[in-house]
T-cell receptor
Framework: QKEVEQNSGPLSVPEGAIASLNCTYSDRGSQSFFWYRQYSGKSPELIMSIYSNGDKEDGRFTAQLNKASQYVSLLIRDSQPSDSATYLCAVGLGNQGGKLIFGQGTELSVKP | GAVVSQHPSRVICKSGTSVKIECRSLDFQATTMFWYRQFPKQSLMLMATSNEGSKATYEQGVEKDKFLINHASLTLSTLTVTSAHPEDSSFYIC???????????????FGPGTRLTVL
């Protein structure tokens, strides 16, 4: 059973702080990793993808991947109340036609 | 780019009726589309993978005769919930993968979702 694990939260951070979201996965063959943001009642929105070990930065977001530890994280700098949402970690299954397995999501609350 | 639309956004129907949901990729071609279901406070559960011109592949436990999927073109997939019952009430979301592949071969772009309520 391929699994993706996230802390469900809620994770509460003050405005302007760094929010750190973590995810572990079980399939060592996975090569693609994604972070989606989902506001309540809405569908997921892709915010970051990462394929190689190390860091990938995009604006206030940094994704970190460590394949040896089967760990991927998302850092949100200068957190804003508008970042309050559920963040879903998704892992691509190798050789399965692009299927993604989603974690249960971490609820982030940014307090003004 | 990478816009996916879904219609209808919300539907309320009586038990026993069938409901069709359309998923369209608006600015790219999608050989593969995916259908998910999401219950409140839960993560996305993949129901099936829809491939253009071939039969859909259903996940374990998903009734293929109840959830009919058709992927007639590179930009359109439909999900029909047949003989819907209250337990089918959920948020149904489709996603599409860019057929051309930009190196980000697993990226999925989601439609806005369809909220189904069966009375």
């Amino acid at each position: 059973q391929k699994e993706v694990e996230q802390n469900s939260g809620p994770l509460s951070v003050p405005e302007g702080a760094i929010a750190s979201l973590n995810c572990t996965y079980s399939d060592r063959g996975s090569q693609s990793f994604f972070w989606y943001r989902q506001y309540s009642g809405k569908s997921p929105e892709l915010i970051m993808s990462i394929y190689s070990n190390g860091d990938k930065e995009d604006g206030r977001f940094t994704a970190q991947l460590n394949k040896a530890s089967q760990y991927v994280s998302l850092l949100i700098r200068d957190s804003q109340p508008s970042d309050s949402a559920t963040y879903l970690c998704a892992v691509g299954l190798g050789n399965q036609g692009g299927k993604l397995i989603f974690g249960q999501g971490t609820e982030l609350s940014v307090k003004p | 780019g990478a816009v996916v639309s879904q219609h209808p956004s919300r539907v309320i129907c009586k038990s026993g009726t069938s409901v069709k949901i359309e998923c369209r990729s608006l600015d790219f071609q999608a050989t593969t589309m995916f259908w998910y279901r999401q219950f409140p406070k839960q993560s996305l559960m993949l129901m099936a993978t829809s491939n253009e011109g071939s039969k859909a592949t259903y996940e374990q436990g998903v009734e293929k005769d109840k959830f009919l999927i058709n992927h007639a073109s590179l930009t359109l997939s439909t999900l029909t919930v047949t003989s819907a019952h209250p337990e089918d009430s959920s948020f149904y979301i489709c996603s599409a993968r860019d057929a051309l592949g930009t190196g980000s071969y697993n990226e999925q772009f989601f439609g806005p979702g369809t909220r189904l309520t069966v009375l």
